[in-house]
């Protein structure tokens, strides 16, 4: 299982995170958004991951930061159709460099809150790597709060998904109880963000640093 840190702004923050390692740091670039992403990202260990994070944004703009911050994932938190994703994918792979060998993931997010028909997946499982389930809120994700994970129950694909919206420290017993089941049989990662908090966009080191120690302690 991985950990992403997401909703990175701040220069020093970034390379505070960064030397926790964890497996993907994530980059907001949404206009309303408090965390929203300007700037230039430091230099990474190479095992973390740059993601990109957009919300219906044009795919030549997509490509663009992919080109300018060599991202390694991305992941589409708007109402992106299945088409927009098979043309994303087509327009990644013709970037230089970027093969069947080293390809960019693509991670689709679904936002539930107490339901959620799972058929709605099937249209993209062709064009995307993973999906990621956040929680329903007013805002595009950094709502602070989890879905009910016993949805998850009736999850029957076979796309490895991302558990995301409102993890922090106190969930650590839920996460593991959820990882004993049956339903976490494709869980692919675990995705923070607000709960880390001390100011939107900004991470607290010593948290984060615990959450990690706590939730692979048995490893």
Not at 104 to 120: A, G, H, T
Not at 154 to 160: E, G, I, K, L, R
Request: charged share 30%; glycine share 6%.
């Amino acid at each position: 299982m991985k950990l992403k840190v997401c909703g990175m702004k701040y220069l020093e923050n970034i390379e505070a995170v960064a030397g926790l390692l964890p497996d993907y740091l994530g980059f907001i670039f949404y206009k309303k958004s408090p965390r929203n992403f300007e700037g230039d990202i430091p230099k990474l260990p190479n095992t973390i991951k740059k993601t990109g994070v957009f919300v219906d944004a044009p795919i030549d703009f997509i490509v663009e930061k992919i080109k300018q911050y060599d991202f390694k994932a991305i992941q589409l938190h708007g109402n992106e159709t299945p088409l927009y994703c098979q043309q994303l994918r087509s327009s990644i792979m013709s970037i230089p460099d970027v093969t069947a060998q080293q390809p960019i993931e693509l991670w689709k997010v679904f936002s539930i809150k107490d339901e959620f028909d799972f058929n709605k997946l099937t249209p993209y499982e062709e064009y995307v790597d993973c999906f990621l389930f956040d929680t329903k809120g007013k805002e595009k994700g950094g709502n602070g709060y989890t879905f009910d994970w016993r949805v998850l129950k009736d999850y029957s694909s076979s796309t490895p998904f991302i558990l995301s919206g409102g993890i922090g420290l106190n969930e650590i017993d839920s996460i593991k109880t959820f990882l004993s089941k049956p339903e976490s049989k494709h869980l692919f990662a675990i995705d923070v963000n607000s709960k880390f908090e001390t100011e939107p966009g900004k991470k607290n080191k010593e948290q984060l640093t615990e959450f990690k120690k706590l939730l692979f302690s048995n490893k």
